[in-house]
T-cell receptor, first 112, second 118 residues
Framework: EDQVTQSPEALRLQEGESSSLNCSYTVSGLRGLFWYRQDPGKGPEFLFT???AGEEKEKERLKATLTKKESFLHITAPKPEDSATYLCAVQPSNNAGNMLTFGGGTRLMVKP | KAGVTQTPRYLIKTRGQQVTLSCSPI?????VSWYQQTPGQGLQFLFEYFSETQRNKGNFPGRFSGRQFSNSRSEMNVSTLELGDSALYLCASSLPSAGDLHSGNTIYFGEGSWLTVV
C-alpha cells in the first residue's frame, strides 16, 4: 500500500528564515510526486511534479527536490504570503489512472 | 482558460438525506477524480472517471458513487448521509496520462464543495 508522511505537521518561521519541508514516501513504483499549496477554504493549487530521483524544480522562493525515498520543499527567505498548507502526493506507476495518495500536509506560518 | 468548476460551493444536509455534487473539468480534460478532505483523515481518494468509465476506486462504502457524462462533466452522489460525511469534497481534472514524464501533464483541483451534515 502506498504511504506518504509529511513532517513537520506545523512550522512557524520568521519572515526571511529559510527552511525545508519533508515528504517521505513508500510506493511500489513512482510515476510522479506532486507538491500542492492549499490556502484555508480553497482547493489545492499545483506547484510541482517530480518524476525521478535527483530531479529539482524551482518556482520563486520554492525549490522541490526528489530522492528515491523522500522529497523536500525548500523555502528560501519566506514571506507572510507563503503561509499555507503544503501537500505532497504520489502517483504510482502500476496504475494507469490519475489516483493520488496524499500526505497529511505541513501547515506553514510565516510571521512578519 | 477556466479552471475546474465545482457546484455547489456550500451545502447543508440532514442525516439520511442524499446529495449530488457536480464538477466541470478544464476544457479538454477527460479524467476526473474525486477526493474527500477532513481534518482527521486528510485528503482521501474516492474514485476516478475516464471516458465515462470508472477507472479507479478508493476505500469508501457503496453509499458514495459517481458518474461521468460524454462531455466529461462528472457528478458524485452520497446516499443516506451520516454526520461523518461532513467534509470538503474536491474534484480534480487532468489529461489521461497525468504524471507521465513524457506527457508533462498534471492534475488540477477545483475549489471544492463544503458539505455539512446535521
Amino acid at each position: 500500500e502506498d504511504q506518504v508522511t509529511q513532517s513537520p505537521e506545523a512550522l512557524r518561521l520568521q519572515e526571511g528564515e529559510s527552511s525545508s519541508l519533508n515528504c517521505s514516501y513508500t510506493v511500489s513504483g513512482l510515476r510522479g510526486l506532486f507538491w500542492y499549496r492549499q490556502d484555508p477554504g480553497k482547493g489545492p493549487e499545483f506547484l510541482f511534479t517530480l518524476y525521478s530521483a535527483g530531479e529539482e524544480k524551482e518556482k520563486e522562493r520554492l525549490k522541490a527536490t526528489l530522492t528515491k525515498k523522500e522529497s523536500f520543499l525548500h523555502i528560501t527567505a519566506p514571506k507572510p504570503e507563503d503561509s499555507a498548507t503544503y501537500l505532497c502526493a504520489v502517483q504510482p506507476s502500476n496504475n494507469a489512472g490519475n489516483m493520488l495518495t496524499f500526505g497529511g500536509g505541513t501547515r506553514l506560518m510565516v510571521k512578519p | 482558460k477556466a479552471g475546474v468548476t465545482q457546484t455547489p460551493r456550500y451545502l447543508i444536509k440532514t442525516r439520511g438525506q442524499q446529495v449530488t455534487l457536480s464538477c466541470s473539468p478544464i476544457s479538454g480534460h477527460r479524467s476526473v477524480s474525486w477526493y474527500q478532505q477532513t481534518p482527521g483523515q486528510g485528503l482521501q481518494f474516492l474514485f476516478e472517471y475516464f471516458s465515462e468509465t470508472q477507472r479507479n476506486k478508493g476505500n469508501f462504502p457503496g453509499r458514495f458513487s459517481g458518474r461521468q457524462f460524454s462531455n466529461s462533466r462528472s457528478e458524485m452522489n452520497v446516499s443516506t448521509l451520516e454526520l461523518g460525511d461532513s467534509a470538503l469534497y474536491l474534484c480534480a481534472s487532468s489529461l489521461p496520462s497525468a504524471g507521465d514524464l513524457h506527457s508533462g501533464n498534471t492534475i488540477y483541483f477545483g475549489e471544492g464543495s463544503w458539505l455539512t451534515v446535521v
